[in-house]
């Protein structure tokens, strides 16, 4: 992080924090308690929030772009020349170009934030050179903060995390979503649903696809699937999982999921056992 130290001229300069994953991820997390500050202030007090459809099914609020300027402007004053990739307002003018991306969803959950359900988070995640290297879903009504830096493991509040140690469905309990922005999918995922449900314990449907990543990287949960996700979705919770010995696919089994959306996530016995049922339908 910044530190102060005197120059020749006997004036205060800042010092720059490293652009190494363990230095990112400092900054990251700063951005992102700076966001879940505006998140609980407005979570209390709801007579200023207002919303507007972006397309059907997809709202957002002023309190989602207030946190998304406030996260943008951390970044900004440590590594004002990396590259940005957020929700509402898409790719900044060094997105294309540097080596170091941001990707963000100010706020993931809008619709349980707008109706004063407890579940949301902010996700912030860094690709360095196009690999994902750091991971932040912080969810400030809980207070819990789950990071990860590529070679590090994941860690939630200063406590090592990892995968759930189940091998078989049955007893399981897993997160899913329903493609609700991308209902031409329904009769495809009604059928995925079914198989899983079949057999496993459970199934939660909680909506905040950071945080179902986030569980599942932590053990709450036994594995994850879900269509038509994008990148500010999956972005840091992608890396918690694998930091947390997990192992993230696509429907197919394969590592396209950055390209079609497409996410299953679970422990190494798991996945096997999810992507049958999942190619089964």
């Excluded at 772009?65 to 900044?92: F, T």
């Excluded at 809980?142 to 140690?165: C, P």
């Excluded at 198989?195 to 949960?221: F, N, P």
């Excluded at 429907?251 to 959306?261: D, I, L, S, V």
Aim: hydrophobic residues 40%.
């Amino acid at each position: 992080m910044e530190s102060a130290s005197k120059d020749t001229r006997g004036s205060f300069a800042a010092k720059k924090t490293p652009a190494t994953p363990k230095g990112l991820l400092g900054i990251a997390v700063r951005a992102a308690r700076a966001a879940g500050e505006i998140i609980n202030r407005n979570f209390e007090d709801r007579d200023h929030i207002t919303v507007q459809e972006k397309a059907k099914d997809d709202l957002v609020s002023n309190v989602d772009q207030e946190c998304e300027i406030a996260i943008r402007k951390v970044i900004a004053r440590y590594y004002p020349e990396h590259g940005v990739l957020a929700e509402e307002s898409g790719y900044s003018q060094a997105g294309q170009d540097s080596d170091y991306l941001w990707v963000i969803d100010p706020i993931d959950g809008t619709a349980n934030f707008l109706k004063g359900i407890p579940h949301v988070a902010v996700s912030i995640g860094i690709k360095i050179k196009g690999i994902t290297s750091v991971g932040v879903v912080y969810d400030p009504i809980r207070n819990e903060m789950f990071t990860a830096a590529k070679g590090e493991g994941a860690i939630l509040n200063n406590k090592k995390i990892r995968v759930s140690d189940l091998k078989t469905l049955d007893t399981g309990i897993f997160a899913t979503a329903f493609p609700f922005r991308q209902r031409q999918h329904m009769e495809h995922y009604r059928k995925i649903l079914t198989r899983v449900m079949d057999r496993c314990s459970d199934i939660r449907r909680a909506g905040a696809a950071s945080l179902d990543l986030a569980y599942v990287a932590a053990g709450r949960m036994d594995g994850y699937f879900e269509l038509c996700l994008k990148p500010w979705d999956f972005c840091a919770g992608e890396l918690l999982v694998r930091e947390a010995g997990g192992i993230i696919t696509d429907f197919e089994g394969k590592p396209e999921y950055a390209k079609n959306g497409n996410i299953v996530a679970a422990n190494p016995y798991i996945i096997q056992n999810l992507l049958r049922e999942i190619k089964a339908a």
